[in-house]
Nanobody, 128 residues
Framework: QVQLVESGGGLVQAGGSLRLSCSASGRPLSTSAMGWFRQCPGKDREFVAAISRSGGNTHYADSVKGRFTISRDGAKNTVYLQMNILKPEDTAVYHC?????????????????????WGQGTQVTVSS
């Protein structure tokens, strides 16, 4: 059973940066595409970014494209989300997730249903 734990959230001013980390136990993250999703109270979980098993392909929501970067470090069994030029609308609980293992090597899925395991989330708050 894989367990994911996010960290790195916090309070920043608009225009600032944060780097979220997602550490895994149970299996190497290299076996799964990984994604980041965010959720605000009363709203559905929203796709943010995803990275393929190999790290060779990424996918970003239009709202964060050019500002956020997803990456993975196999040696540390960790996936990251570098968030730059943060905006108040980025405020949410950010969750990392591990996708189905049967996906193609280059798959970086955007749908919640493509993911099997989820972290507890880390709060990101961006003040104006």
């Amino acid at each position: 059973q894989v367990q994911l734990v996010e960290s790195g959230g916090g309070l920043v001013q608009a225009g600032g940066s944060l780097r979220l980390s997602c550490s895994a136990s149970g299996r190497p993250l290299s076996t799964s595409a990984m994604g980041w999703f965010r959720q605000c109270p009363g709203k559905d979980r929203e796709f943010v970014a995803a990275i393929s098993r190999s790290g060779g392909n990424t996918h970003y929501a239009d709202s964060v494209k050019g500002r956020f970067t997803i990456s993975r470090d196999g040696a540390k069994n960790t996936v990251y989300l570098q968030m730059n030029i943060l905006k108040p609308e980025d405020t949410a609980v950010y969750h990392c997730a591990a996708a189905h293992q049967g996906l193609k090597v280059l798959a970086a899925p955007t749908a919640v249903k493509s993911y099997d395991y989820w972290g507890q989330g880390t709060q990101v708050t961006v003040s104006s």
